[in-house]
C-alpha cells in the first residue's frame, strides 16, 4: 500500500478513535478517494518520465558533427556544357550550385547581377543544376524546364521568370512561364523537358556538386574556392583576390 494510502487511513482510524461524527467521516472517506485519484495521476507521470529517462539513455549516440569548411580548398569544378554569361575569357569564374524552388537561392539572384555589372570585362558566372528534390518537389522539372530553353538559347529568360516565381514552380504552371518568354516554340520546349540528355546533364551537376562537398542551396565557387560571405562585400573580396592571382600555365 503506498504511504499516502496508509496516511489517508490512519486518518480515518484517529477520526473513528476520536469520536468523529458520521459527517465528518464522510468528508475525510472523499478526501481520501480525491487524494487517491491525484497518487494514481502523479504514478502516470512519473511512469512515462521514467520511460523517456530510459529512452535516452539508450538511444543511439548523435551523428557526428559535420566537417569544417576549408575556404581556401581549390575544388576542381569543370565548367562543361553548364549555361555560362558574362565575360567569356574572365581570369574569374563563379558557380552557383542552386536550386529554382529555393527561396535563399532566388534571393542571391539580383546579387549576382550586381556582380556582373560590377565586373563586366572579369567574371563568368555559371549555372549547375542542384535540385533538392528530397524538399522540393518542383526543382527538377523547374531545372528541366530551362535546361529546354537552354537548346533555344533562351536559357536565362526563363531562368530569371522561374526564379521571379519560385514560389509557384507547380508542373502546369512552368508551361504559362515559357508562353511569356518572347521567341520560345513552346510544343518544342515541351518536347525538349523529355530529352535524355537535359536529365543527363542535371545527374552530372548533381554528381560535382557531391563531389565538392555540397549540401545546400545556393552554394558558390570562385575559382574553385567556396564563398563563405554572400555578400557584395564578400564576393567583391573573393572577386578581387582571385584576379590577384598569378595566372595558371600551361
Known amino acids: 500500500m503506498r504511504r499516502g494510502s496508509v496516511l489517508c487511513v490512519g486518518l480515518l482510524l ?3 478513535g476520536c469520536g468523529g461524527n458520521p459527517a465528518d467521516m464522510e468528508e475525510l472517506k472523499k478526501g481520501q478517494k480525491e487524494t487517491l485519484a491525484k497518487l494514481e495521476a502523479m504514478d502516470g507521470k512519473l511512469a512515462a518520465l521514467d520511460t523517456a529517462v530510459k529512452a535516452v539513455r539508450t538511444a543511439a549516440p548523435a551523428a557526428p558533427a559535420r566537417p569544417q569548411i576549408d575556404p581556401n580548398k581549390v575544388w576542381d569544378i569543370p565548367v562543361g556544357n553548364s549555361a555560362a554569361k558574362g565575360a567569356e575569357n574572365g581570369k574569374v569564374t563563379i558557380i552557383k550550385f542552386s536550386d529554382y524552388q529555393c527561396p535563399f537561392c532566388a534571393q542571391s539572384n539580383p546579387l549576382i547581377k550586381q556582380v556582373l555589372e560590377a565586373y563586366p570585362n572579369d567574371v563568368k558566372f555559371v549555372y549547375k543544376q542542384f535540385p533538392l528534390t528530397s524538399i522540393h518537389p518542383n526543382a527538377l522539372p523547374a531545372a ?3 535546361l529546354a530553353a537552354k537548346k533555344q538559347g533562351k536559357y ?11 514560389r509557384n514552380l507547380a508542373p502546369d504552371q512552368l508551361e ?6 518572347p521567341g520560345l516554340d513552346v510544343a518544342k520546349w515541351k518536347a525538349d523537358m523529355n530529352d535524355p540528355e537535359i536529365a543527363k546533364q542535371i ?7 557531391r563531389a565538392a562537398g555540397v549540401t545546400g542551396t545556393p552554394t558558390f565557387f570562385v575559382n574553385g574556392k567556396r564563398v563563405m560571405n554572400r555578400s557584395f562585400d564578400g564576393f567583391k573580396q573573393a572577386v578581387d583576390a582571385a584576379k590577384a592571382e598569378p595566372a595558371k600555365q600551361g
Open 14 to 16: 484517529v477520526a473513528a
Open 144 to 146: 528541366k524546364a530551362v
Open 156 to 166: 536565362w529568360e526563363m531562368h530569371d521568370i522561374l526564379f521571379d516565381n519560385y
Open 176 to 181: 504559362v512561364y515559357a508562353a511569356k518568354v
Open 203 to 209: 545527374d552530372a551537376e548533381m554528381a560535382e556538386a
